[in-house]
C-alpha cells in the first residue's frame, strides 16, 4: 500500500497515483491529522488537492523526494492560490 | 523513415487534395449536401490517419475542422464563410505540414500553437454558446504582467534579462481520466523559474471535495527556449499556451552561436557494433524472462506497475535494437560493384558482348547480408554470362541486339530487401526441363509431363539436379542454382526464378530487412519442445482424424481444394511417438515437391527470437539452423525444416 | 486458423491493423476497402469474424452490417470513432448485431500500438468465437427499426423457472444492485433492464467494459428503452432507487458513505485492474461501505475474469450473486469464472435475471 494510516499520522509512501485518492480523502475526512511525505516519491495532483482541502499539515521531515517547489506550495495551511520561487 | 508514416505522407497527399477541393468549394459557393459528405470524410480519415502516427497537433486541428463539418452535414446547413476560410487554412496548414515531415520525420515545435489556433477559428465561430471561447492566442499580456509580477523570482534564478517562457496551463476538469497528472507536467519543464497555482473557484470544504476534478490554474516561468517547454506539453495543446517573452531590460547581445560545421559521422569498428547488438539480445531475452516471472506474480498491486514499467522497458529496447541495427546498415553498392567487376572480367573472357545495368545502388541494407550476398550474386552472375547471354552472332541471328544486357537492381518492398539480376539471354526450356526430370528419375513421365512452365523451369532449384553437365549447355543455367536457393534461405529470404525461352531469366532474391531477430513458432514433438522459423511455415491446421485419408503408403489431407501429403514431424526427427486418435495439429510448410503437412504434438504464438548459429559439434547436424534461448531460460533448436523434410 | 476480414476505407488503417493481425500465426488476413467489397468478399472469402469500420464511401458501415446480417451472418467487431456522433453508431451496430466493437486508435498510436494490440487481438478472436444468433435476429432487428416507440416497448419480465435467488427480508435496509458485463453486454444490459419496473426498490450500479464516450450514448439509448431512468455516472451523486447509474467508460465507479447517504463517483481507471470500468473494483469499494446481505451481484457475457473475484466476496460473506448461463452469454468468460470460482447464488439465463432480481426484492 502506498498510504499508510498511522495512529498519529497518514503515511505516503513510493509513487502515489489518482487511484490513491479515494483512500485518502476517507482517512482525513475520519480523522485530520499530519502527512509523512518523508518517503513519497510521487504525489498525483489529485492527492495535492486534497491534502489542500483538509489543510493537514505535513509531519517533521518535509518531503526530500519531491521538487521543491511542490513541497513550499504543499507547506501551508490553506488551499491555493500559491506562488512559488524556484 | 518508419513505414506508417511513408504509407501516412502517401495516402495524406490524397486526401488533403481531395478536402482542399471540397472546403474551396465550400467558400465560393456555400455549398451543402455532398461537398460537406466528401470533405467529411476526406477530414475523418485525415484525422484518423494522423493520429496512428502520432501527430497530435495535427489531429487536434483536425478534429476542430471534423466537429464543424459533422454539425454542418447532420443540420443539412451551409458552411459560414468565414468558418469556410478556415477549413481551407486548415487544410493548407496540413498541406505544409506533410512537407515538414517527409523533410523532417516529425512536426515543427510550433506545430501546437500554430493548430491551436486554427483549432479556435475553427470552434470560435461555433454557434454553441456553452463552451467559453478560449483565450486568443495571439493576446499574451497575460505572459508580460506574469514576467513583471515574478520579477523576484527570475533575479533569484540569475535569468535577469534572459528571454523566457511563459506557460499558461488551465487543465480540463476532467483530465485526471485521460490519465494526466497537471503537477506532474509542471515538474517536467525544464529549468523552471517560477510556479503559480490558483484555484479555478471558490477551495470546497473536503466533504464537497470531488477528488477526481481538477479545480486548478497554473501559470509557469522557465528560461528554457519554447521548443524546450511545449514538448512537455504535446499530448494536451488544447489546454496550455505559451509565449516567448524577451525582458525589456535585455540589452545584452546574445552571441550568435558560432557552431563549426562538423562531419556528423564517426567511424566505429563493425565488431563493436555486433557486440553492442548481442548485448541487446542478451537484454531482450533477459526482458522476456522478466515478463515471464511478472506475468506468474500473483501480488495484483505489484503486478500492475511491473507491467506498466516492462512496457517502457519494453519501448526502450525496441528503439536501441532499431538503432543498433542502423548503425549496422551498409549501402548495397559496395556488394554490386565486385560483381559488377566480376561481369565485365567474364564476358570479356567468354568473347560476350554485355551492358551492366545497375538500380537501387543507395539501397542499404544489414552488413551481414550485404556480405552474405556476394556468393550467390556471384553464381547468378556468372551463370548469366556462361549459360545466359548468348554470343554476339547468335543474338544477331534472333534479331537480338548483339549486347546483351544483364540488369542487377535492388530496392526495399515493405519490409523486405528485394534483389534482382536479370539477363536477356535465352532462358530456360521447360520441355527440355521435363525430360531431365524424367531421364534423373525426379517424376515419372506422366507427372512431368503435368508440370506446368512455371514448375519445370523451377526443377533448376532441386538438389543436384541442375549440377549435371548436360542441363548446363542445355537448358541454359548451371551449377549450383540448388546452393544459391540454400544460401538465400540460410538468410531467411526465397529465391524466386521467372523464364522465357529465348527472352531471358530474372531471379529475385526476397530478403528480410534485419537478419538478427528472428520470429519462430514453438512446437511440441514427442513430447520435446522445438522452434521453426515462422517463415517457413505457410499455415497452422486443426485437422480431424476423419479428414485424414491413406494414400499409397503414407496419408494425406484436403486443404482448401489442394491436397497436402501428411508426414509425422517426430518419424522425421527420429523420435518416439505416441500415435494419437484425435485431431491432428499440422504446420503447412513449403517444399520443393509443393505443401508438406507435418504432424505435431501442439504449436503455440509465434515469438521473436535471437537465433544464435550452432558451433562446435552441434553445427554438423543439418537438421537445426541453430538454438535460441526462451523466456524461461531453456535452450531450444530451431529446426531447418527444409533440411528435416529432405 | 481464423480468417478475418478487415474493412476499412484508409489505407493506413487497413495497414496497421492487418499488420496486427498477420503477425499472429492463427489469422488468415484479407481486406477491403468499402461496404461493396466487403460484401463481395463476404462470399468469396467466408471470413470467421469481421472488423468493420463505421464511415465509409459507398456503402457506410451501419449498411454494410446490414446486409451482413442478412446475407451471411457472421461475427462482427464494429471499428469507431471516439466522438459523440461515433458512439451512438455504434450502439445501433450492437442492436443490429455486431458483437463488439473497438475504438479507432487515437492519439500516439505509434507509441500506444503495443498496449492495444493484446487487446484488439483479444476482442476479435472472442468474436469469433461469439455465437451469432440466427433466431433473435429477426426480431432484434425489427425492434432496432422501430426506436423511438420508448417505454411501452418495454417487456414483462419472464417467469422465473428452476432459477431462484433467496428472498430480501422486508425489514433490511435497502442495498444496491451491482452489474458487471463486458463483450455483448449492452444487448444484455437492454433485457435486463427492460425488464425492471419503475419502482424497483433498490439503486443499480453497472459497471459495462467501454471506452470513453460509449457509455454515455449507451445509457441515452437505455434510457429511451426503459421504466428505470438510466444515466451515465459523471459528477459523484447521491444514489437512489429508481435510478440506474453506468459507469463512465475508460474510468471505474467507486462507492463511499457520506453522512447517511452512499454516493457514487466516477474514478480514473486504476491501473490495477486490467478491464475498465472495473467489476471487481465496483464491488470491492461497494462491499467496503454496505454488508454483503445488502448487495446483489450480477455478472453477465464478457471474455475474461472481471467481477468474478470480487462477487464471490459478496457471496461467501452472505450476500447474493447471479450469473448468467452459458446458454444465453454471447462469451461465457466473466459469469464461467464466478460460476468456477463457486460464487454464484444461483445461474440463469439473461431473459430471466429481471425476474429473479423483482422476485427477491419484492
Request: aromatic fraction near 8%.
Given at each position: 500500500m502506498t498510504i499508510r494510516a498511522e495512529p498519529d499520522v497518514i503515511r505516503l509512501v513510493g509513487q502515489?497515483?489518482?487511484?490513491?485518492a479515494e483512500a485518502l480523502l476517507q482517512l482525513l475526512l475520519q480523522q485530520a491529522r499530519p502527512l509523512d511525505l518523508?518517503?513519497?516519491?510521487h504525489l498525483h495532483t489529485a492527492l495535492v488537492q486534497i491534502i489542500w482541502g483538509s489543510g493537514a499539515s505535513l509531519a517533521?521531515?518535509?518531503?526530500?523526494?519531491?521538487p521543491d517547489w511542490l513541497c513550499q506550495l504543499l507547506d501551508?495551511?490553506?488551499?491555493?492560490?500559491a506562488r512559488t520561487a524556484i | 523513415m518508419d513505414e506508417l508514416l511513408e504509407q501516412f505522407l502517401i495516402e495524406g497527399r490524397d486526401l488533403v487534395a481531395q478536402a482542399g477541393d471540397d472546403c474551396a468549394a465550400l467558400v465560393r459557393n456555400g455549398s451543402t449536401g455532398p461537398v460537406i459528405d466528401s470533405a467529411f470524410r476526406a477530414v475523418h480519415t485525415l484525422k484518423g490517419s494522423a493520429a496512428i502516427v502520432g501527430l497530435r497537433p495535427m489531429e487536434a486541428m483536425l478534429h476542430a475542422a471534423e466537429d464543424l463539418l459533422g454539425t454542418a452535414r447532420s443540420a443539412g446547413a451551409a458552411v459560414d464563410p468565414e468558418r469556410a476560410r478556415a477549413l481551407v487554412a486548415c487544410i493548407d496548414q496540413c498541406d505544409r505540414w506533410m512537407d515538414e515531415v517527409a523533410a523532417a520525420g516529425e512536426l515543427p515545435g510550433d506545430a501546437a500553437a500554430v493548430g491551436a489556433e486554427i483549432g479556435a477559428r475553427l470552434r470560435g465561430a461555433?454557434?454553441?454558446?456553452a463552451k467559453e471561447p478560449a483565450?486568443?492566442?495571439?493576446?499574451s499580456r497575460w505572459a508580460t504582467e506574469l514576467v513583471e509580477e515574478e520579477r523576484a523570482a527570475i533575479a533569484t534564478a540569475g535569468a535577469a534579462g534572459r528571454r523566457l517562457t511563459a506557460i499558461r496551463y488551465l487543465p480540463r476538469e476532467d483530465c485526471f481520466f485521460a490519465g494526466d497528472d497537471p503537477l506532474a507536467l509542471v515538474a517536467a519543464i525544464?529549468?523552471?523559474?517560477a510556479v503559480r497555482v490558483e484555484a479555478r473557484e471558490p477551495w470546497p470544504a473536503l466533504e464537497q471535495?470531488?477528488?477526481?476534478r481538477c479545480l486548478l490554474s497554473i501559470q509557469a516561468l522557465s528560461s528554457a527556449e519554447l521548443g524546450d517547454v511545449s514538448p512537455v506539453f504535446r499530448l494536451i495543446p488544447d489546454q496550455v499556451e505559451l509565449a516567448a517573452v524577451q525582458p525589456a531590460?535585455?540589452?545584452?547581445?546574445?552571441?550568435?552561436?558560432?557552431a563549426v560545421a562538423a562531419d556528423p559521422t564517426i567511424r566505429v569498428d563493425a565488431g563493436q557494433v555486433d557486440r553492442l547488438l548481442d548485448l541487446i539480445g542478451e537484454l531482450l531475452v533477459a526482458r522476456n524472462q522478466f515478463g515471464a516471472v511478472a506475468g506468474a506474480s500473483l501480488d495484483g498491486g505489484l503486478d500492475g506497475e511491473l507491467r506498466t514499467s516492462g512496457a517502457a522497458m519494453d519501448r526502450v529496447l525496441r528503439n536501441m535494437h532499431r538503432t543498433v541495427m542502423a548503425m549496422r546498415l551498409v549501402p548495397v553498392d559496395r556488394v554490386f560493384r565486385r560483381v559488377a567487376r566480376l561481369v565485365r572480367d567474364t564476358a570479356s573472357r567468354l568473347g560476350r558482348e554485355v551492358e551492366l545495368e545497375q538500380q537501387g545502388l543507395d539501397t542499404t541494407v544489414d552488413k551481414a547480408i550485404a556480405d552474405a550476398l556476394f556468393d550467390p550474386l556471384l553464381h547468378l552472375a556468372r551463370n548469366a554470362l556462361d549459360h545466359g547471354i548468348e554470343p554476339p552472332e547468335t543474338r544477331a541471328a534472333q534479331g537480338k541486339s548483339p549486347r546483351g544486357t544483364i540488369r542487377l537492381s535492388a530496392g526495399s518492398v515493405g519490409s523486405e530487401l528485394v534483389v534482382e539480376l536479370a539477363d536477356d539471354g535465352k532462358g530456360i526450356d521447360p520441355a527440355v526441363m521435363r525430360r531431365l526430370a524424367v531421364q534423373r528419375g525426379l517424376h515419372g513421365a506422366e507427372r512431368a509431363a503435368e508440370l506446368s512452365d512455371e514448375e519445370a523451369v523451377q526443377?533448376?532449384?532441386?538438389?543436384?539436379?541442375?549440377?549435371a553437365a548436360e542441363v548446363t549447355d542445355l537448358s541454359g543455367r548451371g551449377v549450383g542454382m540448388d546452393a544459391v536457393k540454400a544460401a538465400v534461405e540460410r538468410l531467411g529470404g526465397r529465391t524466386v526464378l521467372a523464364s522465357r525461352p529465348g527472352e531471358g531469366t530474372t531471379v529475385t532474391i526476397h530478403l528480410p530487412a534485419t537478419a538478427a531477430l528472428t520470429s519462430v513458432l514453438t512446437i511440441t514433438v514427442a513430447g520435446e519442445r522445438f522452434a521453426v522459423p515462422?517463415?517457413?511455415?505457410v499455415q497452422t491446421a486443426r485437422i480431424p482424424a476423419a479428414a485424414i485419408r491413406p494414400v499409397g503408403t503414407g496419408q494425406a489431407f484436403v486443404l482448401r481444394d489442394t491436397t497436402i501429403p501428411l508426414l509425422a514431424l517426430a518419424d522425421l526427427l527420429g523420435l518416439q511417438a505416441d500415435r494419437c486418435e484425435g485431431d491432428r495439429r499440422v504446420l503447412v510448410v513449403g517444399s520443393p515437391v509443393g505443401l508438406v503437412g507435418l504432424v505435431v504434438d501442439d504449436f503455440s504464438s509465434r515469438s521473436e527470437v535471437i537465433l544464435r548459429p550452432m558451433t562446435g559439434?552441434?553445427?554438423?547436424?543439418?537438421?537445426?539452423?541453430g538454438t535460441t534461448l526462451m523466456n524461461d531460460g531453456s535452450v531450444l533448436f530451431i529446426l531447418n525444416l527444409s533440411e528435416v523434410i529432405g | 486458423m481464423t480468417r478475418l476480414l478487415i474493412v476499412d476505407d484508409s489505407p493506413l488503417m487497413r495497414r496497421l491493423l492487418s499488420g496486427i493481425f498477420t503477425a499472429e500465426a492463427d489469422f488468415e488476413v484479407e481486406v477491403a476497402r468499402d461496404g461493396v467489397e466487403a460484401l463481395a468478399k463476404l462470399h468469396?472469402?467466408?471470413?470467421?469474424v469481421i472488423t468493420l469500420d463505421v464511415h465509409m464511401p459507398a456503402l457506410d458501415g451501419i449498411a454494410c452490417l446490414n446486409r451482413i446480417m442478412i446475407e451471411r451472418p457472421c461475427p462482427v467487431v464494429m471499428v469507431s470513432g471516439r466522438t459523440a456522433e461515433g458512439a451512438a453508431e455504434t450502439m445501433t451496430a450492437l442492436e443490429l448485431g455486431a458483437v463488439d466493437f473497438m475504438p479507432k486508435p487515437d492519439g500516439a498510436v505509434s507509441l500506444e500500438i503495443d498496449a492495444l494490440r493484446p487487446l484488439l487481438i483479444d476482442k476479435v478472436r472472442t468474436a469469433a468465437q461469439a455465437?451469432?444468433?440466427?433466431?433473435s435476429r429477426l426480431a432484434e432487428r425489427v425492434r432496432a427499426r422501430s426506436r423511438?416507440?420508448?417505454?411501452?416497448t418495454r417487456r414483462r419480465a419472464e417467469s422465473v423457472a428452476g432459477a431462484k435467488l433467496a428472498p430480501v427480508a422486508a425489514s433490511d435496509a435497502p442495498g444496491l444492485v451491482l452489474v458487471g458485463t463486458s463483450t455483448g453486454g449492452p444487448r444484455a444490459l437492454e433485457v435486463l433492464l427492460t425488464g425492471?419496473?419503475?419502482?424497483?426498490?433498490w439503486p443499480i450500479l453497472v459497471a459495462q467494459h467501454m471506452p470513453a464516450f460509449f457509455t454515455s450514448a449507451l445509457a441515452t439509448r437505455l434510457d429511451k428503452l426503459c421504466a428505470l431512468h438510466i444515466a451515465e455516472l459523471s459528477a459523484p451523486t447521491v444514489v437512489e432507487a429508481g435510478t440506474v447509474y453506468i459507469a463512465r467508460g475508460e474510468a471505474d465507479m467507486v462507492l463511499r458513505r457520506r453522512g447517511g447517504t452512499l454516493v457514487a463517483s466516477a474514478a480514473p481507471?486504476?491501473?490495477?485492474?486490467?478491464?475498465?470500468?472495473s467489476a471487481d473494483r465496483l464491488v470491492r469499494s461497494a462491499l467496503g461501505v454496505v454488508p454483503p446481505e445488502q448487495l446483489v451481484g450480477v455478472l453477465m457475457t464478457?471474455?475474461?475474469?472481471?467481477?468474478a473475484a470480487a462477487m464471490a466476496e459478496i457471496k461467501a460473506g452472505g450476500g447474493r450473486t447471479i450469473a448468467e448461463s452459458e446458454?444465453?452469454?454471447?462469451?461465457?468468460g466473466m459469469p464461467g469464472e464466478l460460476v468456477k470460482l463457486g460464487g454464484a447464488s444461483t445461474v440463469a439465463p439473461v431473459d430471466q435475471i429481471a425476474g429473479l432480481l423483482v422476485e427477491a426484492l419484492a
Open positions: 502515489c497515483g489518482a487511484e490513491d518523508t518517503r513519497c516519491e517533521p521531515g518535509g518531503a526530500p523526494m519531491l501551508r495551511s490553506e488551499g491555493p492560490p | 461555433r454557434s454553441d454558446a483565450p486568443s492566442p495571439v493576446d525544464p529549468q523552471l523559474v471535495l470531488d477528488p477526481y531590460a535585455a540589452s545584452r547581445g546574445q552571441a550568435a552561436p558560432t526443377l533448376v532449384f532441386a538438389p543436384g539436379f541442375s549440377s515462422v517463415e517457413a511455415v559439434l552441434l553445427s554438423s547436424v543439418p537438421l537445426v539452423s | 468469396s472469402f467466408h471470413p470467421d455465437r451469432v444468433k440466427a433466431s423511438g416507440v420508448g417505454r411501452t425492471l419496473p419503475a419502482s424497483f426498490p481507471a486504476d491501473p490495477n485492474y486490467p478491464w475498465h470500468p464478457g471474455m475474461g475474469n472481471d467481477g446458454k444465453s452469454a454471447v462469451v461465457w
